[in-house]
């Protein structure tokens, strides 16, 4: 006769994933959201990052590049009136991007134009691919 005790091996996890569940907000639109939304993509030659941030000034945005990421910082300031509805975030936020390669920190560029922060961060010459030629002997 076999017991199967697979079960009772998979029940803390599966209360983790409850108490998870429990401190999820309420609202699903706010399920999983992260603040600012990105997209982060790559060729050869850069990384680019491009983070949607209407309404959020220059002067209240910080970036950090540190070896293997970017740290994107920064505010949306709470404008003050008598709200009915209020979807969009307010207040400090910050994003850790990780970096999958070595960046050229002398050629790195930021720009902000209608809400997109737009940051170009090239890679460094000694870790671009490289073709290798094979010699026939």
């Known amino acids: 006769m076999v017991i199967d005790f697979s079960s009772y091996y998979s029940f803390p996890t599966q209360m983790d994933k409850l108490f998870q569940e429990f401190a999820r907000p309420f609202f699903s ?7 600012p939304p990105l997209q982060v993509s790559e060729d050869e ?26 740290i994107l910082k920064g505010e949306r300031k709470v404008e003050k009136g008598r709200y009915y509805r209020q979807e969009r975030p307010t207040g400090a936020f910050q994003r850790l991007i990780q970096l999958g390669s070595v960046v050229n920190r002398d050629d790195v560029k930021a720009t902000l134009a209608n809400g997109i922060l737009s940051i170009t961060l090239p890679k460094a010459e000694e870790f671009k691919p490289r073709k290798i030629s094979i010699a026939a002997e």
């Not at 639109?29 to 603040?35: E, L, V």
């Not at 030659?45 to 970017?70: C, F, Q």
Request: charged share 20%; proline share 3%; hydrophobic share 40%.
């Open 45 to 70: 030659h850069a990384v680019y990052v491009r983070a949607e941030i209407p309404g959020v000034a220059m002067e209240d945005l910080d970036l950090t590049l540190t070896n293997k990421s970017l």
């Open 29 to 35: 639109s706010q399920r999983g959201m992260a603040y």
